[in-house]
């Protein structure tokens, strides 16, 4: 068989015979140079379409050589799964089958694995990286977003304690805090950091016509604490850097997450069900407490006729607008 020698010693391109001097020996001659080599001492590279195939010869350099079934015959039978690639590389239709399965599998993977794993480990991270993370972040807002509030103490104050009655006998309720700011950026708002810190803005104290509507937001935030959606989202998009950086081979950008968790947290909302789920807990926390669900109808309608801060410019804090199933929904509980 004609070949093309690299013999290692040289760029220089040689042309070459390569033949059958003996079972498990092959000749290579090149000129009035000839080596004997053992077969099975040789590697045989996979098929790449139809380009020339290659031949490692330990201590000597490497052939380029068209594919031949001479050497399936001359050469040692390899492994199992080098077999499965060369007949997957001769067969299209198997090639795409299998870039098919490969990307539905990763699709399931951040679709389905992410999630439940995110939902597994949430509970196991120390309370102290829950804190760290919402203390970073709410830092970060604080120095682009947010401003000290303006509320009167005393209104604050009245809305803490009010609070801390609703939440009162919760799991997680020892976690859990008001605090207020000013944010003329966001509008109207309210969100839950991991530890359990809630900040709802100056502008959402002022849309709101009584108190019932502000705890209606606030039992929905105390839902997603209680469900650790924060946290969750944040693992999800941190395993998404991780698993990228596996998939394309550069895993430089995963040394930082622990400095880089708060940032993802802002930059994730919650979905639609953590959402979903966040309602139906206030609901029920809301029945519990004497206040009907009706208040959270009401001040989902205001936002939404607004637009309020749900369109704002952090993720975390835009997460899905008040839609008209999740103000039904509300109504459905409040007439249950």
Do not use: C
Not at 137 to 148: F, I, Y
Request: net charge negative; proline share 6%.
């Amino acid at each position: 068989m004609r070949a093309t020698w690299y013999d290692g010693r040289s760029a220089r391109a040689r042309e070459a015979w390569l033949s059958q001097a003996a079972p498990g020996w092959l000749r290579l001659q090149a000129g009035d140079e000839t080596l004997d080599l053992e077969a099975r001492s040789l590697r045989l590279g996979s098929r790449l379409g139809r380009l020339p195939r290659r031949l490692d010869l330990p201590g000597h350099g490497h052939l380029e050589i068209e594919d031949s079934p001479l050497l399936g015959q001359w050469l040692p039978r390899r492994g199992r799964v080098e077999a499965f690639a060369d007949w997957l590389e001769r067969r299209r239709l198997a090639v795409l089958g299998s870039a098919a399965t490969l990307v539905l599998g990763v699709l399931a993977f951040f679709e389905l694995g992410l999630p439940w794993m995110a939902r597994e480990l949430a509970p196991l991270v120390p309370p102290a990286m829950e804190r760290t993370v919402s203390d970073q972040a709410l830092a970060l807002l604080d120095a682009t977003h947010l401003k000290p509030s303006g509320l009167p103490a005393e209104k604050r104050e009245a809305l803490q304690l009010r609070f801390h009655e609703i939440t009162r006998g919760l799991p997680r309720a020892d976690g859990l805090r008001l605090d207020f700011r000013h944010a003329p950026a966001l509008g109207p708002n309210a969100f839950v950091l991991p530890d359990g810190q809630v900040v709802m803005t100056d502008q959402l104290v002022e849309l709101a016509a009584d108190e019932d509507e502000l705890l209606a937001v606030l039992a929905h935030e105390a839902g997603h604490h209680e469900h650790r959606h924060g946290m969750r989202r944040a693992l999800e998009s941190s395993a998404v850097v991780v698993v990228a950086g596996f998939l394309f081979g550069d895993l430089s950008g995963t040394g930082s997450l622990s400095v880089s968790i708060p940032v993802l947290l802002l930059e994730s909302g919650f979905s639609r069900k953590h959402e979903r789920e966040a309602d139906a807990f206030a609901f029920e926390l809301l029945e519990r407490n004497g206040i009907s669900p009706e208040a959270f109808a009401r001040v989902m309608e205001k936002l939404s006729a607004g637009r309020g801060g749900e369109a704002g410019v952090v993720g975390y804090l835009s997460t899905h607008p008040p839609s008209p199933e999740r103000i039904e929904a509300a109504r459905r509980a409040a007439s249950d």
